[in-house]
Structures are given as structure tokens and as C-alpha cells.
């Protein structure tokens, strides 16, 4: 189970943090990601981690303002997303995805567990 937290309203130029807690699957063994999904359009992979944190993925449009982070012990995994823009405006899913690169679980948006989504509106 993938459980994020954190989402919000924000306007353009602020920041955002998402949290997202897992349990039930094994997160030493599984990359984990944000994919967002915005109204109309199809699901991205925005920023992925690989099980020991030593690769990451971003999707062009935010690197630099994007960083994901996770902590194996907690089973936690954060993004901390700054100098929003209003095409940031999404509903951000954690996922999860065993045996995969992070580029291209990123790339392909797949993954194996999904949580619920935590919506993110940036707009004046």
C-alpha cells in the first residue's frame, strides 16, 4: 500500500512537499516514483528513485525544480517540488516497480502499486 500526503493549493513560484508512505511491499527491493495525471491529459512519470536511492529520473519540464528523496528505514519517499508553475497542476501518484530502471519506469509511467493520489493546484 502506496499512501501520499501533502498535496494542496500553491500559487505559482511556491513550493510543495508530497509524502508518501509504503507498506506491504518490499521497498528495499522496489524503485519508487511520482507520476502525475493532469485533467485531459494522459499520466507522466515525473521523478523516480531507484531502491537504494542511488539513481534518479526526472522528467525534463522539472529537473531543477523537482527533487525526489526517500528513506529505506521509514519506508518513506518525499518530493519536494519548488518554483511551481500552473502547469504543475496535477494529481501526483506514488508507485512502485520491482525490476525495472528508473528511466524507464519513468519513461513508460509503470509501475506495479499505486496509491490514491494527492491533487496539486497551482493557480493565483
Known amino acids: 500500500q502506496l499512501v501520499e500526503s501533502g498535496g494542496g493549493w500553491v500559487q505559482p513560484g511556491g513550493s510543495l512537499n508530497l509524502s508518501c508512505a509504503a507498506s506491504?511491499?518490499?521497498?528495499?527491493?522496489?524503485?519508487i516514483g511520482w507520476f502525475r495525471q493532469a485533467p485531459g491529459k494522459r499520466r507522466v512519470g515525473v521523478a523516480c528513485?531507484?531502491?537504494?536511492?542511488?539513481?534518479?529520473y526526472y522528467r525534463g519540464s522539472v529537473k531543477g525544480r523537482f527533487t525526489i528523496s526517500r528513506d529505506n528505514a521509514k519506508k518513506m519517499v518525499y518530493l519536494k517540488m519548488n518554483s511551481l508553475k500552473p502547469e504543475d497542476t496535477a494529481l501526483y501518484y506514488c508507485?512502485?516497480?520491482?525490476?525495472?530502471?528508473?528511466?524507464?519506469?519513468?519513461?513508460?509511467?509503470?509501475?506495479?502499486?499505486w496509491g490514491q493520489g494527492a491533487p496539486v493546484l497551482v493557480s493565483i
Open positions: 506491504g511491499i518490499d521497498v528495499d527491493e522496489s524503485a
Open positions: 528513485i531507484s531502491s537504494l536511492a542511488l539513481t534518479e
Open positions: 508507485v512502485s516497480q520491482r525490476g525495472m530502471s528508473v528511466r524507464q519506469m519513468c519513461a513508460e509511467s509503470s509501475a506495479e502499486y
